[in-house]
């Protein structure tokens, strides 16, 4: 009974987490769409992506349907890799050069990202866990 229960938590945190990094990319990615000149295309031109204007919107899909797959626990290990690119890209473009206005400043730019970053290695260290669709390992 104690390891079910160890077990069960052991799942719910999982699903926690899975929920708020899938949550958080699904919602950006949906935002490129609905915001496209601040958020999407536009703002990959800004910051210097190559075909701005393809990357934004493959960006934005990537995020919608892999942020999908991680709240839902399926194929977690392909959501997981297409994700820790999609944050490493992110940080390397936007957050790296704020490093240049200083230090603490950077970092806190750079908190939800770095956050992002090691969740995602969490959930590829953990599996998705018991309560996903995809089981322990997705």
Request: with cysteine; aromatic share 10%; hydrophobic share 55%.
């Amino acid at each position: 009974m104690a390891a079910s229960g160890g077990n069960m938590r052991n799942s719910l945190g999982l699903l926690l987490l899975r929920v708020m990094v899938g949550w958080i990319f699904l919602s950006e990615g949906i935002q490129k769409f609905l915001y496209p000149a601040a958020l999407g295309a536009g703002r990959f031109h800004r910051i210097g992506i190559p075909l701005a204007r393809f990357a934004g919107p493959f960006v934005g899909v990537v995020e919608i349907v892999c942020g999908a797959l991680l709240i839902l626990g399926l194929a977690t290990g392909v959501a997981v890799t297409a994700l820790l690119i999609d944050i490493a890209v992110a940080i390397f473009k936007t957050k790296v050069p704020l490093l240049r206005h200083g230090f603490w400043g950077a970092m806190h730019h750079a908190r939800t990202d770095f956050c992002m970053f090691f969740g995602l290695i969490a959930i590829a260290l953990l599996g998705a866990g018991g309560l996903s669709f995809g089981g322990r390992r997705g």
